[in-house]
């Protein structure tokens, strides 16, 4: 039983990239326009932050309602990179992933000794810091203006154009996502869910319960800073907005609605809150009614989410026809 | 996944119905922050917008072609404007679009439309959407700039040398406070106080106090948004302050000498065409629009005129000004007819534009007003 269960671990991860390949290769010819293609580079963005998001609240049992900071910290550093210290947009990226690192790893220490409601409250109080700094500090970000950000230049070729987001936001996706597999079956991703199934066994059992919570908040605040950094990049013009309460939530509300630890499931629930809005331009006085409705009876009749909830059925259904 | 590849699927049929059944009706876009923090702006915008649409078609439309407005809510969100906005040229396939309401998101905005080669009309105050000039970028509301020049010339005709400022944190109250010391610099005003307040700050006293106490204030001028600018006022009163008090655009409500209790009296406001409507002689050409629109958004809301809906009315005046002129509704015939508006009277002020100038109102468009027993008087 269990050697089954690692075998269709491995196949399936293998399965889960390929699939998420295939569909970055196939949905270009579906698309009839550059409108249709900017919803995809807008769901991979937001999909990367959610599978960050994911590995700290579905496989650590760690919640934050901040993590749309990070993300702006991630929009504003390739803005702030060229204007302020002269570097290249292309190594504002990476270097405004190291400050989030940094800075979720000098947070997280005390952050993350709370529980529960205290560590929702604290990490909403970080992201709306955040905002508030974005949005005041006029001269340096602009103000609730925003300000623009360069294009990417690598050897005289500019980045732009929404065709070449989407191939540079879908493999930095799939990095992602191979990423978040790699961490989830390696011993690490092993103590975050002893530690999600009880911090008191996994301590027991010999589990480093501070430092793998402190691991994966770095590494989810890293996430959600790429993702910023690639969207401030697609867009060319940021504003504070990037870093809102609202956003925080937005992220959260994918995680659960496509499922608790489970890497499709980010991508789903990216899928559907991002492109959702766009069918119901049609009915807008009844939009937010309507995704609230969707919401409530995924999670009546999904609890534990959309991915996990259809694969369980299938696997059961199979079940069924074996015996 | 799957699921993303029939939706996407499935958008892509809506569409191509879409651009099917749509080919006869001259097509115009806009992106209105109907929700979220910027609402005060986008609410009265999307209400014009569908009235005067509707408007439009019963005498006729355009060329001969019924209008068709696609209004889509941006929730104040820029990347979600940006969304939009990629969606009406591509998708939608508009002439023109009018929006958004807030400088940060028609910043965001912009880069789309230049690279589709389709004018925008914004509805939004920043001066940066206008400078540097895009080709394909226009505007409708006076910039925080033209408020400040507004005041200091009637400082320097008063000779009033040495002012103070009292400026509201968000938004509004910095470009005001940035602008007007510019302003002040270039024409040899000294500033010699400067007070901030914050937008949910219900007592003013110790700002004014300092200003009060500052010797040789010859004006205070107060800029910002909302209810603040009552409490200043009420304040003001309070204290017994007897220096002039000027106020920015946003003072330009009733709201503001309703709750100012008083404190507003004698007050000097910065007002937008709209506010003094009913007192313009009956020669102005600015007139009968100006007083038709203050009288259509009453019967439609029940609520007073509002300036912010007024930028929707001559964004899509402009617009459609600029079809008829055309006899086009293509893209490119529409931004270089746009371009060419001469001595339109909107109900924001005269518009002449040019290359140089894709505003095409100056700040003789904004009335000195005087509050007198809680009304408004022109002098």
């Known amino acids: 039983m269990s050697v089954f269960d690692t075998v269709q671990r491995v196949v399936g991860n293998r399965l889960s990239l390929i699939l998420i390949g295939a569909m970055l290769l196939v949905l270009p010819l579906l698309m009839t326009s550059s409108f249709q293609m900017r919803l995809a580079v807008v769901v991979w963005v937001y999909a990367m932050a959610a599978i960050g998001l994911n590995l700290l609240m579905g496989f650590a049992g760690q919640v934050s309602l901040g993590h749309a900071g990070f993300f702006g910290i991630g929009a504003y550093s390739v803005a702030l990179g060229p204007s302020q210290l002269g570097l290249s947009p292309a190594l504002s990226l990476p270097a405004g992933i190291a400050f989030c690192g940094l800075l979720a790893l000098l947070l997280g220490r005390p952050i993350l000794k709370l529980k529960g409601h205290y560590l929702a409250v604290a990490t909403l109080g970080l992201g709306m810091l955040i905002f508030m700094i974005l949005s005041n500090e006029v001269e340096l970000t602009g103000g609730p203006d925003g300000m623009r950000v360069p294009r990417v230049v690598i050897m005289g070729w500019k980045v732009k154009g929404t065709e070449t987001w989407y191939w540079i936001t879908g493999i930095a996706l799939l990095i992602s996502v191979w990423l978040a597999l790699n961490l989830i079956n390696s011993p690490t991703g092993l103590a975050l869910r002893a530690i999600h199934d009880s911090e008191v066994a996994a301590s027991v059992l010999g589990v480093d319960v501070a430092r793998y919570k402190l691991i994966v908040f770095v590494i989810s605040a890293c996430f959600a800073s790429a993702a910023g950094g690639l969207l401030a990049l697609y867009n060319g013009h940021i504003t504070p907005g990037v870093s809102d309460f609202l956003v925080s939530v937005q992220l959260v509300t994918m995680v659960v609605l496509g499922g608790m630890g489970s890497v499709g499931g980010s991508l789903v629930g990216a899928a559907l809150i991002i492109i959702l809005p766009q069918f119901l331009t049609v009915m807008h006085e009844y939009e937010h009614a309507f995704l609230g409705l969707i919401m409530i009876l995924t999670m009546v009749f999904m609890r534990s989410g959309i991915v996990p909830s259809i694969s369980k059925a299938i696997r059961s259904r199979r079940h069924d026809s074996n015996s | ?379």
């Open chain 2, 1 to 379: 996944m799957k699921k993303v590849v029939k939706l996407a699927a499935l958008g892509a049929a809506l569409t191509i119905a879409g651009g099917v059944q749509a080919a006869d009706p001259v097509r115009i876009g806009a992106v209105v922050s109907q929700t979220g923090p910027a609402a005060f702006l986008g609410e009265p915008a999307a209400i014009t917008l569908k009235h005067y649409v509707e408007k439009l078609n019963e005498d006729g439309g355009l060329l001969g072609r019924p209008v068709e407005l696609v209004l889509y809510d941006d929730a104040s969100d820029a990347n979600t404007a940006r969304t939009y906005a990629t969606r009406l040229v591509e998708d939608d396939e508009v002439s023109a679009v009018i929006g958004t309401s807030t400088t940060g998101a028609t910043l965001a905005m912009i880069s789309v439309f230049e690279d589709a080669e389709v004018p925008l009309v914004s509805l939004a105050a920043g001066i940066q959407i206008i400078e540097p000039v895009n080709p394909y970028v226009f505007k409708t509301p006076h910039t925080d700039r033209m408020v400040c020049e507004r005041v200091m010339i009637e400082f320097s005709e008063r000779s009033f040398d040495q002012v103070a400022l009292m400026t509201g944190t968000g938004g509004v109250g910095k470009s005001v406070r940035k602008e007007c010391t510019e302003q002040a610099e270039k024409r040899g005003i000294e500033i010699i106080a400067d007070e901030t307040f914050n937008p949910k700050d219900v007592d003013m006293s110790p700002q004014l106090t300092k200003i009060k106490n500052t010797p040789g204030v010859d004006a205070v001028f107060v800029g910002g948004f909302g209810q603040p600018l009552a409490v200043v006022s009420r304040n003001y009163k309070q204290l017994g302050i007897e220096i002039p008090q000027y106020h920015s655009h946003g003072s330009a409500s009733k709201v503001y000498v309703e709750m100012s209790d008083g404190g507003a009296e004698n007050a000097r406001v910065t007002a937008p065409l709209l506010v003094i409507a009913d007192q313009l002689s009956e020669d102005n050409p600015l007139r009968p629009r100006a007083v038709e629109y203050t009288k259509a958004f009453r019967d439609l809301t029940g609520e007073d005129v509002s300036t912010f809906g007024g930028y929707a009315y001559d964004a899509l005046l402009l617009i459609s000004d600029a079809i008829k002129r055309a006899d086009s509704d293509d893209p490119q015939d529409v931004r270089d007819a746009l371009e060419a508006t001469k001595d339109l009277p909107g109900v924001t002020g005269m518009f002449n534009m040019s290359a140089e100038d894709h505003l095409g109102i100056d700040h003789s468009s904004l009335y000195m007003v005087t509050v007198k027993d809680s009304e408004w008087v022109l002098e």
